[in-house]
Structure formats: structure tokens, C-alpha cells
């Protein structure tokens, strides 16, 4: 379990749902759903456009090689990483097991896990989760749709909504998968811990949004924080969050949405 560094645990003290907001207008959506009921806690910004997924797709894909009998457990297998992966990050740069790869967010670690499940297998999860808009075609032309569709601003495109509708499925076990693919994958999800007792677990992206000619736009970053927060005791939420930025790289715009909403989540679900 992570813990929240001290300056992101000030600002849960103190975090409401009206300033929150207010000082970062390039959040195009936050969205809270109570994960048994459905019932919406909060919902600001445009949560029903769709956008690339980027690395929050590691969770699907996790239960489906879990379900698929590729991945075998949280630590297994461990997968050797090759120079010809041309990993530009040095965490990326290492052996990797399930738990490392959705920690990390190692790309080439999806990619060899897509590759051993071929499109067939990867189009009848993908299709059987209802996920996005379902295109696994990859950029125009290149026919690439089983290493790139869910990367950047690829084929591959999910609202925020959409994304809490799969949480609360995952978090059912009413995906269709094997019930213990669906524990494996969450039991390798981060893990976080806030200031106030909410127990965090969730899943970043981070990507590039699309120019105006339809290629990626490097000035426009966004980042995803998707998962679910739970207290014992009280109840489970899903959460998704979306900002879209002007300038600054893509890498970080990630980590920051999730300090972002980890900030944010005890004031938001006070109100509620």
C-alpha cells in the first residue's frame, strides 16, 4: 500500500468539492458512482465524450490474461525485458510480473500480453466488456490495432462514464471472465491510503489528445485516474477522472490526475 506523500495529505484535510474544482479548470470530468447501488455521488464536466483509454486499458487487459491463463498470479509470470522493447523509462527497463506492470505501467509488457492473446481473443473480451467503442483497428493505415489500439489517441476510445460502468462490473465479478481472473486482477491493482481512512485503488493514463489534421497533438497532454475507493465499515465507490491540458509532457499528466482526485475524493463523498 502507497502512501500519499505529506503535501497531497494536507490537502485531504481540507479538500472540498466547490474548490477542488475550481482551481483546476483543465478537468474535463470527475465522476463518483456508488459501486452497489449505482447511484451518482458526483458527476461534473463532459463524462460522456469518449476518449483513449492509454494505460487505464492494463486493468481490462489484466483480467483478460488472467482469465485467458497467461497471467497466473499478482507476482507471476515474470516476463524479461529485451533491449528491442526500446523502453524509454528505466523502471521500464527490467524484469516485470503483473503487479510491477500495472504499478509502473509498463507498455511493452500490454504489448506482449496482447501479442500471446491475437486479435481474436483480445476482440471477444474486448466486445464481450461492452469496452468504449470496441475499435481495435489502430492508427489509419498501419495495422497495428493489437500493440496500439488503446495508446495516445489510437482507434481504442472510452467515456468516463463508460469507465465506471466497467469498474462496477469488475467489481461484481460480473465481467465475463472467471470470478478468479476478476480477484487476480484487482487484488495487482495499486493500492493507495488517504489521510481520512478511504482505502484507494485505481489505474493511470496518460496520453495525447488528437490535432485538428488528426494526428497527436504533443501540446495537448491528458491523464486518466480510474478505480475505486473503499472504508471498512461504510461503503465502495468507482471513480473516474479526465483532464485534458494545455502544454507540459504526457507522462506526468498521469500521476498528477491521481494526486488530483486523491486530494479531492474525501471532500467530494462528505458532501454525499
Known sequence: MLRIPA???????????ASAESIRADVACTLVVDAAAGRVIHDSGDCDTRNSPASTFKLPLAVMGFD??????????????????RASRDEARRDTDPTYWLKESIVWYSQQ??????????RRY???????NRDLSGDPGRNNGLTQAWLGY????????????????LLERSLPASRAAQDKAIASMPGFSTADGWTVHGKTGSGFLRGAGGGVDR???FGWFIGWAEKLGQRTVVFARLRKLDGGPAMG????????????????????
Not at 503535501?7 to 468539492?17: I, K, M, N, P, Q
Not at 474486448?126 to 468504449?132: A, I, L, R, T
Not at 498521469?254 to 471532500?267: N, S
Request: glycine share 12%; with cysteine; charged share 20%.
Open 7 to 17: 503535501a497531497v495529505c494536507g490537502l485531504l484535510l481540507f479538500a472540498t468539492e
Open 219 to 221: 501540446a495537448r497532454p
Open 154 to 169: 489510437s482507434s481504442l476510445q472510452i467515456s468516463p462514464r463508460e469507465q465506471t460502468v466497467f469498474l462496477r462490473r
Open 113 to 122: 500480453l496482447t501479442l500471446k492473446l491475437g486479435m481474436p481473443g483480445l
Open 253 to 272: 499528466a498521469g500521476p498528477q490526475t491521481r494526486d488530483g482526485l486523491l486530494a479531492d475524493l474525501p471532500g467530494l463523498l462528505a458532501k454525499n
Open 126 to 132: 474486448v466486445d464481450g466488456f461492452g469496452y468504449g
Open 68 to 85: 485467458a491463463g497467461i497471467l497466473i498470479d499478482p507476482h507471476t509470470p515474470v516476463w524479461a525485458y529485451r533491449a528491442e522493447y
